[in-house]
Structures are given as C-alpha cells and as structure tokens.
C-alpha cells in the first residue's frame, strides 16, 4: 500500500521509540564508563587495558567467538547447501529446528551431560573399553580452551544459519546451475558466481549476529567456561555484580569496548555489502 | 443530455527530473470507454495510478461529476482499478473477494454478490480459492471485485497481459460487453493497438507524456495527428514528419517511372499471410523504413521492386489532437 | 540430485534427535552409573519433584506472562515497522534496515547495565515490566525482519488492492494482512518467547532477582540438582513456547477468514 509521505513516517514511531531504549542504554554505559564521581576521565580505559585479566580475556573471547561463528557458518552452509531439497518437507525441516526449541544455557547443559569427564559419552567409553578410567576422558567441558563453549554454540547456531540461508538456497533458480553448465562451469563455477552472489547480504548478517551473540552473551560461558581465562562477559557480569561497587565503571568500560569492536565490523562488513550491492546494479544497468 | 463523470485537467506528474505526465486533459461521458494506448515504459500505469489516487499529481485537477477529488485518497475516491495481476486475496474465497469490495465499500447486499457471480459464470466455483481457479477466472473474479464496489468509473491496466492469446481475445469481448451492460464508465490501457480498438468507444494515444490523439478509431486511422500517431497506427508510409500516405494508396511495379507519382526503390525481404491475404514486407532502399504491404493478386513479385505513390494521395498530418 | 538422504537422516538423529532423546531418556531415569553395573533405573521421580517445586510454577507463569507481554510489543513494532519498510523506498533504507538490525548486534549486557540506572529512576527496575522492556531489545530486530520479509513477499500491489476497493487502515490490517501475516506470526512467537526465556543475565541485573522467570530458577538449581532433575527442567523449557504456541494459535483463529472445522463456510 502506498501510503502519504506522512503517515508512512507514523508507522516508524514505534520503531524509533523502541530503539530510544537499546540507544539510551549504550550512551549511558559509555558515559559511565568515562566518568569518575562527575568528571571525565579515560582511567577505566587505561585500568583496563593494564589488566592482564582483561586482556587474557579479551583474546580468549576473540578467539572463542571467532571459532564458533567459523565453525557454525562452514557447517550450516555445507549443511543447507547439501540438503535444502530434502529441507523443503516438513519433518526434515522440524527435526532440525529442534535446538532452536531450547535456549542456550539448556543446550549448555545437555553438552554437560554428554561430554563432562563423568558424562554419557565417558560412561559409555569406558564401558566399551574405550578408556580404562573418567580420568582419561578428555575435559572438553569447563575447559580452558573453550571447547565446550564452542561446541555448545556450534550446536545452537547451525540450526540459525540453516534458518537463515535455507530461503535463499530454495529461491536459487536452477537454470542458474544449467547456464553455467552450459557454459562449461565447475563446480566451483557454480558456488563462486551462482551461489555466493545470492547468499552474500545474508551470509555477512548471519555471521554479524553469531560473532556478536557468541562474543558477548553470558549464559553459555557462565556454564561451560573456567575462571581464566573467562569470556569477557563473565568478567564483566562479575565487575558488575561483583563484590565493591567500584568495579562498576570497568564492566561498563568493558562492555563499551566489546560494544566499539563489534559496531567497527558491523560497520565494515556494511560497507562492503553495500559496495557490492551498488557494483552489481550498476552491471546490470550497462 | 449525458453527463460528464471524469474530467481532469492539465495533469502533470513529476518523478524527480522525469515528467511523465505532461498537461494530460480530457473528459470522460457517463458510460464512455476510453482506451488509452502506448508503447510499454511511456506511463500509462502512472496515469491511472494518479486517476485511482495512488500517486498524487504534481499539478492539474480531478473532477468527478464536478467535484475536486484530487486530494481525496485512494479508498475515498469511487474508481476502481483492476490491475495486470488478478491480485486475489489468496486467503478468501471467490465469494469472499467479490464481497469483500462491497464490504468495504459499504455497499454489501447478497443479492449483489449472487449476481455478479452470475454475470461473471462462477457462481459454480464460489467456494473455490484463487489458488484453484484459472487464470482467466481469476481476472474475471478480480472485476467483478471491482464491480462490487459500484464504481463511477473502473479503470484497467493490462488486464488480460498475463493471459494467453486464445483466453485474451474471448475475455475481452466479454468484458466489453460487462460494461456496456453495466453502463460502467472505464479506462482501459493497453500497449496493443487491436486490444484497444475492441475495448474503446475512443482511442487516446499516449506518448511521451502526452496525448497525441484523442479519437475514434477511423477518425486516428483516416486522419493521424502525427507521425508517432501514424506509426502506432501502422496503416500508413510515413514519408517525413509532415507528410504520410495511406498503405493501400502505394502501388507495386517493376519499372520505375509513372506520371504524378513518387516512387521509392525496395527490396522485398519475406512473404507472410495474415487474414488470408499475402502481404510483402518491404524494405525502402532511400529511408531504411519497412512497410508492410497487402498485395492484391498472387503477383510475382522480384526482389527488387518500386513503389509508386500517386501525389494526390499524399496527406499532411493535422497536427491536433482533439477529435 | 545425487540421494543423499540417509546421510541427511544420520546427521539429523546424531545431531538434532539424540540430544533430545538424551534429555528424555535422563529425566525418566535417575542419574546414569553405568560402571557400576546396574542398568537403567526407570522412574518419574525427577518430574514429580520438579512440579512439586513451587517456584516452578511461579517461575513459569511468569515466564508465560512475560514471554506474551513481549510477543504482543513484538508483534505491534514488528508489524508497523515491516510494513513501512516494504510501503516506502527512500534513500537510504539499507542503512535504515541495518540500524534496526543494530540491537542484536550491541551486546544486550552492555544496554542492560546501561539501562540499570535509568530503570531504577523511573521505579521499573526488579519489576516486571521493566523486565519486559529489557526482554524487547534482542527480540524486536528479529521481528522486524520477519514481518519486514512477509510484506515484502505479499507484495506492494496486494497492498493496494484493499486500499482501492475502498478498505481503511485498520480494516486492510485485519481483513487483509495479519490473515496473511499468519505464518510470520507463528515464527516470530516462536522466536520471541524462546529468546526471552533465554535470557537469564539481563533480567538478574533489570529485575534484581525480584522477577523469577525460568533461567532464574535453572542457574541455582545446576549447582545442586541431580542430571534427572536438570533433564526434567530442561524438558520444561520447551514446553513454555508449546504453550504460547497454542495460545497465538487459539488468537489467530479470532481473525476474520480463518478457516476451522466448526465454522461455517457460508
């Protein structure tokens, strides 16, 4: 429906109201992270970055997301890109969906169950012969590597990314596919000028909302995770809530920094987006 | 006396530095159909999305019946609009849809629905979804839609474009005649002269923004306004952008020379038939123009001809565009 | 197309099937101890306990409550917000379109500290609305996307075919578009309410551990309850958008042309 100039503009009000809530959230963390009893200082900031904690932490929370978004974009594609035919019907799709049922932190704890050093997995290894001792099961949950974590995140992610690239698969046409068979195309052909092309805007959106998700949530971490290194969002959860009130302004500063990278490379990434999208109109216009 | 249901005047429209409307003007009776024909891209659908209210006009006026409804929006104003898709509310019935534009209209009566149905032949397939009727069907669901809202006047933006050529020329005798019982005013667009000749008592043709004749379809035929007029119109060699000649004035020859004629060099380029008749297309050697000409006899016609034009039949466009 | 689908339906039991079965099958029996020789202890011990628990309940319709709060903000900013996206083209947009993505892409944390403060000034803070406000921040984006998509897809001249018969703002909306907006609802319930279940560090900080919602319950618990137990609260948390499921379902069925056993087909 075309709608006046105006009261198209009505139907954003809720929208901007809405966002007055996350945007007035954000501006005071950082102004509370810049200011000691009223006047501005940057020594959180450098508090911060002095801290081997925090650093210690950042890294690992990097690495960790970093992992995990890798882990569930390579596998969801690999996945949708083998079985979107077979997704179309009702159950395969439902069957898939089914950790998308649970939040994270229940997921978090069904990977406990099966894969801690007394978890089904280990039981059932040692049962078979497979290890003579628990002991001898790998720590793959509360460990310092994370693994946990990204496993427990791959887990819940892949269903999302499915989620997400599934209608783009299914709106491929195959005479795409055909025409670059013609042509003479590999298969290679055909992912880099078929399927990337189509899949781009929302494979970049997807990986933007896994990396951050998985960078700054608290759940999963707060579960699976050891004390050091810790993500970053345990660490700050605990400034937050932690014992003196005056590890307050570095939780803001923390979350004010998590907060800078991730809109950095949102940012970046919509740029490029963007850049792509405005070359592909301009070749269809020639 | 008849009265004068749609009137507008000097209606520009504006999309950034594109003027696609330029000072359009006309009048439409009580029951008068107006076909409104041109090439695919010129802005026929923004015309009648101005005259539905979808889009407002940058300048000019809207009369209906006398009054100004060039600000009154789409659902206020009493036009209808049925559009290329049959744009069927998928999750009603046949019955639902053309109830629904009485409904909303407030004009809901049973009667009136059963008897659209009727007109339309689907009161067979009433309970049917959109979904699991033909195409044709659809389209007649969606004016009979259009209908149940009692329009003024109904306008039509290709609608029978998205069905093949055998349901295409049945339907369009079918709703021609739907109106002309219905005493319904309408505008119909369309890019295809033939479409527009059965659906119009007058033909508008519209070009770059403007109408470039308003006229029955002899009156376009036997006096073109202009050489775009003419070229629409396909029954004449345009000789330049003064001057024109009727098809059938062209006589075929071998030799070159005749008294009081013009006669241009060709190359016959392909032989078709068309209502039983053969019909040479010609390249002209001077021009590069083709001419498509009905030939009379089985002549044997060598590639190389000449076409002789008797100078007394050579016209000169009129350069008007009113009736 | 080469089959592939038994390896769909291996990957699909080892991935997707067996942790559910695991959860199931460890919350009918107590705590598994296979070395020890003994099999498998069938009980319905862990549910009975778990119901018995009074905050449990509690918890849950909270959880319900809150969970419907903000699929009703949800489905209201979602739907006039996608509307608007798809009715009007602007310079832009893409930009616009990223903004409103931008709330799940801010660490919530981060807006909910920031929000603390502000909260505890306007009285919402360990209430459940203020809950309720926090809970919209990583939901809405998601909304907007999906209604955003649903009217994309019906399509801008569908839209204008009410509007021309003569139909106004609100009946077009209920007579036209949430009837086809149907299955956009379904998904953003369903999204919705498990995303607001999910979220146990932001409604500990906005509601104070006043507002007991499910996650509230679940943290403490894993500290002391036994892998029957845990399973059995774990089941339950997909039980809560079954719930709200059915709930949207009953509501939707209140729309006009909505097709159900006992109504007439006039």
């Known amino acids: 429906m075309k709608l006046s100039r105006n009261s198209s503009l009505l139907l954003f009000i809720p929208a901007l109201l809405f966002m007055s809530i996350p945007l007035y959230g954000l501006v005071t963390a950082v102004s509370q992270s810049l200011s000691d009893s009223g006047t501005w200082t940057f020594d959180y900031y450098r508090q911060l970055f002095q801290s081997e904690r925090f650093m210690a932490s950042l890294w690992f929370s990097l690495r960790t997301s970093l992992a995990a978004t890798l882990l569930s974009i390579i596998l969801g594609m690999a996945f949708t890109r083998f ?92 005479e795409y596919y055909a025409l670059v068979d013609t042509l003479g195309g590999t298969a290679w052909n055909r992912f880099f000028t078929v399927e990337v092309p189509h899949l781009l805007p929302v ?32 660490l700050s959860y605990d400034w937050f809530y932690g014992s003196s009130w005056e590890d307050r302004p570095l939780a803001f500063a923390s979350m004010v920094c998590v907060s800078f990278l991730l809109l950095v490379v949102s940012l970046l990434m919509y740029l490029y987006l963007n850049k792509a999208r405005w070359r592909a109109m301009r070749g269809s216009r020639s | 006396m008849s009265s004068i249901t749609l009137e507008i005047k000097q209606i520009t429209k504006q999309f950034h530095s594109d003027l696609v409307l330029n000072g359009l003007s006309f009048q439409l009776q009580k029951g008068e159909i107006m076909s409104v024909v041109g090439p695919s891209g010129s802005g026929k659908t923004t015309l009648l999305r101005v005259l539905a ?113 055998s349901l295409r020329q049945g339907l369009r005798y079918w709703v021609r005649n739907f109106l002309v019982e219905q005493e319904t005013t309408a505008i119909f667009v369309t890019h295809d002269m033939e479409e527009a000749m059965i659906m119009g008592d007058q033909i508008a043709v519209f070009q770059e923004g403007k109408f470039q004749q308003i006229g029955a379809a002899k009156v376009l035929h036997e006096s073109p306004a202009n050489m775009k007029v003419a070229s629409f119109m396909g029954g004449h060699l345009i000789l330049n952008d003064q001057e024109y000649v009727p098809l059938q004035a062209i006589e075929l020859s071998s030799s070159p020379f005749k008294e009081d004629t013009q006669t241009f060099e060709g190359t016959v380029e392909h032989i078709t038939y068309q209502h039983g008749r053969p019909i040479a297309h010609i390249e002209i050697k001077e021009s590069g123009a083709k001419v498509p000409l009905p030939l009379t006899n089985d002549e044997q016609l060598q590639n190389e001809v000449f076409l002789s034009i008797p100078v007394s039949s050579i016209q000169r466009f009129r350069g008007t565009i009113d009736e | 197309m080469k089959n592939n689908k038994p390896v769909f339906t291996a990957v699909g039991i080892v991935f997707f099937i067996a942790p559910l079965l695991l959860l199931l099958l460890q919350s009918l029996s107590a705590p598994w101890r296979f070395q020890s020789g003994y099999g498998v202890d069938w009980k319905l011990e862990s549910f009975r306990q778990l119901i018995r628990d009074p905050y449990l309940w509690e918890a849950t319709w909270w959880s319900i409550l809150i969970g419907f709060l903000v699929l009703v903000l949800n489905a209201v900013v979602g739907i006039l917000t996608g509307k608007a996206l798809s009715s009007y083209s602007f310079k832009g947009k893409p930009w616009v379109e990223a903004l409103l993505l931008s709330p799940i892409l801010i660490p919530v944390l981060a807006i909910a500290m920031g929000l603390h403060l502000f909260m505890i000034r306007l009285g919402l803070a360990d209430t459940m609305m203020g809950v309720v406000i926090i809970h919209l921040v990583p939901t809405i984006p998601y909304s907007i996307k999906i209604f955003h998509n649903s009217y994309q897809q019906m399509g801008k001249a569908l839209m204008e075919q009410p509007h021309i018969l003569g139909a106004g703002f609100f009946t077009q909306l209920f007579t036209v578009e949430l009837p086809l907006l149907r299955p956009a609802l379904r998904s953003v319930t369903f999204l919705t309410i498990v995303i607001s279940l999910s979220q146990y560090a932001i409604t500990a900080i906005i509601g104070g551990g006043q507002v007991l919602t499910l996650p509230m319950v679940f943290f403490p618990f894993l500290e002391n309850a036994n892998a029957s137990l845990m399973s059995a609260f774990s089941l339950w948390f997909a039980f809560v958008p079954v719930v709200m499921y059915i709930l949207v379902e009953v509501i939707l069925l209140l729309l006009p042309y909505s097709r159900v056993p006992w109504r007439n087909h006039r």
């Open chain 1, 83 to 174: 079985f979107h035919t077979l997704l179309e019907k009702m159950a395969p799709r439902l069957t898939v969906w089914i950790p998308m049922l649970f939040p994270h932190f229940v997921w978090g704890y069904m990977v406990i169950l099966l894969l801690s050093e007394t978890g089904v997995l280990s039981q059932l290894a040692l049962l078979t012969g497979g290890i003579a001792d628990t002991d001898e099961f790998p720590i793959l949950t509360r460990d310092p590597y994370g693994i946990g974590i990204i496993l427990t995140y791959v887990w819940k992610e892949v269903p999302l990314v499915i989620l997400m690239l599934l209608p783009v698969y299914t709106s491929i046409r195959p």
């Open chain 1, 203 to 234: 494979l970049i959106e997807t990986i933007l909302i896994v990396f951050s998700f998985t960078l700054s949530a608290y759940e999963v971490p707060a579960m699976l995770g050891t004390t050091f290194p810790e993500m970053i969002s345990v």
């Open chain 2, 53 to 165: 209210g979808l889009e407002k006009p940058t300048n000019g006026t809207i009369y209906m019946n006398g009054r100004d409804v060039t600000k009154q929006k789409a659902n206020r104003r009493d036009i209808s609009l049925v559009f290329q898709q049959p744009l069927l509310f998928p999750h009603m019935s046949v019955e639902e849809n053309v109830a629904y534009g009485a409904k909303v209209s407030k004009k809901y009566t049973q009667e009136k629905v059963d008897t659209l149905l009727e007109a339309i032949g689907m009161t067979k397939y009433r309970s049917h979804f959109p979904s699991e009727i033909s195409g044709g069907q659809q389209q007649r669901t969606a004016l009979a839609r259009a209908m149940a809202t009692e329009p003024e006047v109904i306008l039509f933006d290709e609608p029978f474009s998205s069905l093949d050529p």
